[in-house]
């Protein structure tokens, strides 16, 4: 914005030397026309007769003696160009004074942006409290989790240490408008000082007007020339002439060619028009097909929903049967409890038995006794060890029938947790829709 500004002022700064270089123009080239005139009058004087001392003289003779003692052509030359440049100079007078007036508009318009930038810095600062305000009075009143009270916190924060800069922005921006201001006024007292010398080389010009008046009689005489001068233009304008007509016929013939290329642009966007109707089409058969697919997939979609519940029912199904087995399993482990047991009778029984085959050897003569006792011993015994094979068959039966059972099941739970997974992600989805 500063460096923006440095600019108009240095265009401003700029503008009022140059109506002064004009103005220094227009006084030389008078200056010259009076030195010439004078110059003129001295030679006149010479070249007439003293008996002729009239006191004044008719302008027409003073042209004509003039004429006569210099050459017309050099005469016109500079009363033209004294003339043109005087014409020039009135004309960039207007243009720097209607300049002037454009930089002080712009001048305007940039101080009126940066006032309006400074309102809306204004209206930012004050949005920035007013966001500060609500957050404070949401954060009384509404009772929200940790995390978004320091959230709100750290914004708060934020706007606060933020507000310090937008007001010195405000403020920066206060000043800019304040110096532009100033330079305005001085802008505007540069126009008016500018206006004043455009009054005054009006009158400059007025006084050069009637001089140009003088000047006029006299080239009143040199139409004659410019009328021979006419004759010879006339003749350059015939043969002008001829070439432009030779120039419209190559006219008429571009403008064929031009005809013909139109043509080719009408088939061009024909063709286009064509391919932009069949790319619409082949873009409907795909959307068509794309429905379809998807269609398909709903259906799809349906009866895998359908085998995952058919699942779940074998998997609870699966389960009971489980749960059946694991209490086969207990049943079986109280069985296995029992025939420890029956194993530690045995021991015992063994035990005795021991004792009392050393108390056989020792007491041979209570061996008729006590053989009756050991027979029984023996039967009980054989029917124990029969009944511990019988257990032990048992157990291996169920060993073999539980430990299957418990890899199927893990099997099915591994199997079943990607289908249960994917079903709870189908419902949520549904959910969603």
């Not at 006084?27 to 110059?39: C, R, S």
């Not at 712009?106 to 006032?115: E, G, K, L, M, V």
């Not at 063709?271 to 398909?296: A, V």
Request: proline share 2%; hydrophobic share 30%.
């Amino acid at each position: 914005m500063r460096h923006f500004v440095s600019l108009e002022l240095s265009r401003v700064a700029e503008l009022p030397l140059r109506p002064l270089l004009y103005a220094a123009a227009a006084a030389a080239t008078a200056a010259g026309v009076y030195y010439y005139l004078n110059n003129h009058g001295d030679g006149e004087r010479t070249t007439l007769d003293p008996a002729d001392t009239t006191p004044t003289e008719d302008p027409v003779q003073m042209g004509s003696a003039e004429s006569d003692l210099v050459e017309p052509d050099l005469m016109c030359d500079v009363d033209e160009g004294s003339v043109t440049q005087t014409d020039s100079t009135a004309s960039q007078t207007d243009s720097t004074a209607s300049q002037t007036d454009s930089s002080a508009s712009q001048t305007d318009s940039s101080a009126s942006q940066t006032d309006s930038t400074a309102s809306q810095t204004d209206s930012t600062a004050s949005q920035t409290d007013s966001t500060a305000s609500q957050t404070d009075s949401t954060a009384s009143e509404v009772s929200l989790s940790e995390a978004e009270e320091k959230y709100e916190l750290e914004s708060c924060a934020r706007l606060e240490n933020e507000k310090p800069e937008l007001l010195s922005d405000v403020n920066a921006l206060q000043d800019s408008v304040q110096e532009l201001k100033k330079e305005l006024s001085e802008a505007r007292k540069r126009n008016d000082e500018l206006e004043m010398e455009c009054n005054k080389k009006s009158q400059e010009l007025q006084l050069l007007q009637i001089q140009h008046n003088a000047i006029k009689t006299h080239l009143r005489k040199e139409c004659e020339e410019e009328r021979r001068a006419h004759s010879d233009l006339k003749s350059q304008y015939n043969q002008s002439m001829k070439t432009l007509t030779q120039t419209e016929v190559c006219l008429a013939e571009v403008e064929e060619k031009n005809v013909c290329e139109r043509y080719s642009n009408d088939e061009i966007v024909d063709h286009m028009l064509e391919l932009r109707g069949k790319i619409y089409h082949d873009h409907k058969r795909e959307q068509m097909r794309l429905e379809s697919e998807r269609e398909i997939l709903q259906s799809q979609y349906k009866e895998i929903f359908q085998q995952c519940d058919e699942l779940l029912m074998d998997c609870r199904r699966e389960r009971e049967a489980h749960n059946i087995l694991k209490s086969q399993y207990d049943h079986l482990q109280c069985w296995e409890s029992e025939r420890e047991i029956l194993q530690s009778q045995y021991k015992e029984i063994l035990q005795q038995c021991d004792e009392l085959l050393m108390e056989c050897v020792r007491e041979r003569e209570a061996h008729n006794i006590l053989k009756s006792q050991y027979d029984n011993v023996i039967e009980t015994l054989t029917h124990n060890e029969e009944l511990l094979k019988y257990f032990q068959i048992s157990l291996d039966e169920a060993e073999e029938i539980y430990w299957p059972a418990m890899e199927f099941s893990t099997q099915l739970e591994s199997d079943l947790s990607p289908a249960v997974g994917g079903r709870a992600l189908g419902d949520t989805q549904s959910v969603t829709r």
